[in-house]
Nanobody, 128 residues
Framework: EVQLVESGGGLVQAGGSLKLSCTTS????????IAWFRQAPGKMRQGVSC????????YYGDFVKGRFTISVDIAKNTVYLEMNSLESEDTAVYYC?????????????????????WGQGTQVTVSS
């Protein structure tokens, strides 16, 4: 059974940092790409970042602007999202999700893939 569990959210001041974790089980990182999405109240869900171990590639939403870094620790079955220079606009529930990799992940459309598995989300609140 595939499971994803997020942790690491919290309250931080603008300009601060947080590191989110997505602990996974039940699948092989070579067969899936893992992405972080976020959703703020009243707003559409937004793709934040994606990592594909098989492609040795990472992808980011345009709004990230070099502030976030996605990484994976295979030994710990965990994907991380390190977020720096946080802004109030980054306030949202952050979710990690997994999509089966049927070919190379397209850099221009990684957020449009069918993500079959989702975590429960972790709240990030940035105070200004």
């Amino acid at each position: 059974e595939v499971q994803l569990v997020e942790s690491g959210g919290g309250l931080v001041q603008a300009g601060g940092s947080l590191k989110l974790s997505c602990t996974t089980s039940g699948f092989n990182f070579d067969d899936y790409a893992i992405a972080w999405f976020r959703q703020a109240p009243g707003k559409m869900r937004q793709g934040v970042s994606c990592i594909s171990k098989a492609d040795d590639a990472t992808y980011y939403g345009d709004f990230v602007k070099g502030r976030f870094t996605i990484s994976v620790d295979i030994a710990k079955n965990t994907v991380y999202l390190e977020m720096n220079s946080l802004e109030s606009e980054d306030t949202a529930v952050y979710y990690c999700a997994a999509t089966p990799r049927t070919g190379r992940i397209r850099p221009s459309a990684w957020w449009l893939y069918r993500y079959d598995y989702w975590g429960q989300g972790t709240q990030v609140t940035v105070s200004s």
